[in-house]
């Protein structure tokens, strides 16, 4: 008999040390054996988790043609980061914590995962409110805002489980939520009443798996801003169910001077919620990634299961950048009130100038909003008759004009366009008067407004 070496380097058909249950007392092989493994072919796959994975704006995106009109700059209204242009930088405090930071070399090593315990003193003592008071053992420092939610949608979701999302909304909600195998329910919002919540709608979602209410106030895409009494409906809702609430609050800080922002925990006495925000907006740098979840219990509906689940979950990746971390008490305590209050009036001014430009276009009907960085355009799709939709509508604004917004298609809301108002005064004027010159080109009235002009 041929004796068959024991080759264990890992290398494709070679013998994997793993095979040692198939040699005999004296080291040799049985060659049916070898030789059937010889023949084994590569058998690597993506996992389901990562095939079921999808962010719709990319998908939608992705697949426009966007080829802009070379006679004409281009000007994008579609991407959801104040920095792009560097018309808005941050506070020189915020920048000055920063190096401080780093030049007093304490935050070059790990930090707990959940983040150190004097900088989850800093958020919390920030973010404390009459009614909802925080300690650091409710605050989870996060690799920016959107670990946050995956997080939370983490520890409150299994598989077959269903959650209530807004309608338009974030699209990140849908893609952590469908990787797990967890089913997405959008409840509307309904333009006509500022993005306010169909109430309705939303209660005839839930279901005996209904997991958790994601409320994202103010709104991305939308802008929207709820009222204390709006925001105690959705509660009521909540309530009535037992249905814990993921509050979005990222945006809670950039709310115009003529409204105010209502976090929900405080106005909640039995519905537990995780609230989601971190530095990305009001302090304009979502590049640093870092973001917190606060917790707020109520009646121990948590307990203490949640909190260590999201402990554990947290440990994944050990936590958020540690110089950040070390800056956040001084970028709280240091960043003067004028920076906001300049960052809260240039959206405003940029939101009031496109808005006021397109509410005189014929076939479009901007909502104006109330915060965040957004403004949503309805387009009265049988007025344009040669596009298919908003995605068409949009490919080709980009195509004749070089102004590119976004689809609302990528926000599950056809026949809407989102504008970011972040840009530079000029560039925003310009942007609204090509868009006016496309629609002037593209509209054809329907047969109702040729009626009505008749009359």
């Not at 709608?201 to 802008?223: F, K, Q």
């Not at 939709?389 to 590119?404: A, G, H, I, K, M």
């Amino acid at each position: 008999t041929s004796p068959y070496p024991i080759n264990v380097s890992g290398e494709c058909g070679d013998v994997r040390s793993s095979d040692a249950h198939q040699v005999s007392v004296r080291g040799v092989l049985d060659p049916a054996k070898l030789k059937s493994r010889r023949q084994r072919s590569w058998g690597v796959r993506a996992s389901e988790m990562s095939k079921n994975t999808l962010n719709p704006i990319r998908a939608i995106v992705d697949g426009m043609k966007l080829t802009p009109n070379p006679d004409k700059p281009m000007i994008s209204l579609s991407i959801g980061d104040p920095t792009v242009f560097g018309n808005m930088p941050t506070d020189d405090k915020v920048l000055q914590a920063m190096k401080e930071a780093i030049d007093s070399q304490k935050y070059n090593g790990y930090a707990p995962s959940v983040g150190y315990q004097k900088s989850r003193e800093a958020v919390a003592n920030f973010y404390s409110r009459p009614g909802a008071p925080l300690e650091a053992k409710d605050v989870i420092l996060t690799s920016g805002c959107s670990q946050a939610i995956e997080l939370c949608i983490n520890v409150l979701c299994n598989p077959g489980d269903n959650i209530l999302v807004p309608c338009p909304g974030f699209s990140l909600y849908k893609t952590l939520a469908v990787s797990l195998g967890v089913q997405v329910k959008l409840y509307n919002l309904l333009p006509e009443k500022s993005w306010e919540v169909d109430l309705q709608h939303l209660e005839s979602l839930i279901d005996s798996r209904t997991a958790c209410l994601i409320v994202t106030n103010p709104s991305n895409p939308c802008g929207s801003v709820y009222s204390k009494e709006h925001l105690q409906n959705i509660i009521s809702v909540a309530s009535k169910h037992c249905i814990p609430i993921l509050a979005d609050e990222i945006y809670g800080d950039m709310v115009f001077p003529d409204c105010s922002f209502h976090p929900m925990a405080p106005l909640s006495s039995d519905v537990p919620i995780l609230s989601c925000g971190g530095l990305a907006k009001r302090w304009l740098v979502p590049g640093w990634r870092m973001g917190w979840i606060l917790i707020h219990d109520r009646n121990n509906v948590f307990g203490s299961e949640i909190r260590e689940g999201l402990v554990k979950l947290s440990q994944r990746i050990l936590g958020a950048c540690t110089i950040v971390q070390g800056a956040l008490e001084s970028i709280f305590n240091n960043t003067p009130h004028e920076f906001y209050q300049s960052t809260v009036s240039f959206i405003k001014a940029n939101s009031e100038i496109c808005y006021s430009a397109l509410s005189t276009v014929p076939g479009l009907t901007p909502v104006m909003p109330s915060g965040a960085m957004y403004l949503m355009v309805g387009i009265d799709m049988d007025n344009f008759p040669e596009f298919q939709n908003d995605v068409d509508f949009t490919e080709r604004l980009v195509t004749e004009q070089s102004v590119f917004c976004l689809p609302a298609t990528a926000f599950e809301y056809p026949d809407f366009f989102r504008v970011v108002v972040t840009v530079p005064e000029d560039m925003m004027m310009e942007a609204c008067a090509r868009i006016r010159e496309f629609c002037a080109r593209h509209y054809r009235p329907c047969s109702t407004d040729s009626n009505e002009i008749d009359q």
